[in-house]
């Protein structure tokens, strides 16, 4: 039986299921491939590190650059993290024939231009599937499962964190800081953790998706991003009395004037199955043309769902080193790929989730509905709550009408001018 060699950048979390999973299920693994995946060096930091998985120290060394353009590896398995020395360390094994395994979303949301060219340019296989949401296969789903088909839109739960803090806001109890300690402790979070909170993460895994749905050039700063931090307690509890969840969405739409991506927490109706998405879970659900809509669950972070796909990949590039079929699959680098526009967020039509603190004064409310209603936004449901026991301040709060972006903001800032909303006001977009 022919060894295929594998040189593992990285042995933190993911690496060391990869490892792991190598070990544990080699069997099964050399069944389904017709070959062995071989681990021939382990390329870390710390030498005297204590590991997650173990791993014969002869294997281990503290150059990714020697080991990704080493004799003997076939695959390079990328799992250091970071952008630009991933993007050199990668771009050099392609130049040495290498086959490439990478989780890193941020590498190829910012480098996959680069990457792409290159890989193509050799003939190499750049495989990617453990870089969004985990261990659901959903670029396989996508690029394959869904080859025949035109996608139209995708909405998406792509971030663990961000879903496991809403999911246990929602609940009640914690502060956003115990919750996001949480997430981090038990290693769903990036190592900045900005990247989960404010959207960045699920911007970078939206670009590759939306790329793969569209075929359409997609540039990371195109795509609307809004994080979950400003959300208060009491948009939880307001989304619930009126029948919604809060959730942090991903989406992607084929419109007539172009594409719409956009990341940004959402009122989504209790009825849908994307609110029941539970914990660190993610779901992505698409709707296209041929197949209707379809939904995509599971374990979108943590370390034996990701290592999962990474070794998915390693046994679908090894088949193709068996057939000698490496870079068989399309990578049209984004140069190849038609532009298409970016709908820009004014154009957007949604109904609204507005809230306001006001003075609890005579004219208050009467002022405020006047500025929506000059701004053509029409309100369906109004109700007010005292924001805390030892303020004057109330919350109002306007669940409006279908209305377009572009004139919510505009009487947003009309309101500020008028000094009536005494904090910023919170505007949450209701999906539907
Ligand atoms: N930090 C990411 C998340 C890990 O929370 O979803 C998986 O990409």
Redesign the pocket.
Known sequence: MRDIGVGLLGLGNVGAGVVRLLYENATAIEARLGARLVIRGVAVRDLQKTRLAEVDASLLCTDPMELATRDGIDIVCELIGGEEFARDVVLAAIAANKQIVTAN?ALLAVHGEALYTAAEAKGVDLYYEAAVC?GIPIIRALREGLASDRVESITGI?????NFITSAMASGGSSFEEILAT?QREG???ADPTL?VSGG?AAHKLAILAMLCFGTRVQLDAIHVEGIETLAEIDYAMAKKHGYVIKSLAMAKRLDAGIELRVHPAMVPQSWLLADVPD?K?AVYVDSYALGSSMYYGA??GMMP?AMSVVSDLIEIGRNICANATGSMPLRSQRQLPATAVVPMSALRSHYYLRFSVEDRPGTLGKLTTILGEHRVSIANLSQRPMAEDTELIAVVALTHEAIEGDVQAALSSIADAGLSLAPPQLIRIAS
């Open positions: 979303k985990g792509v971030n663990g964190t961000s997430a769903y979070a990036e989960d993460d660190t993610n979108g972070a990701t």
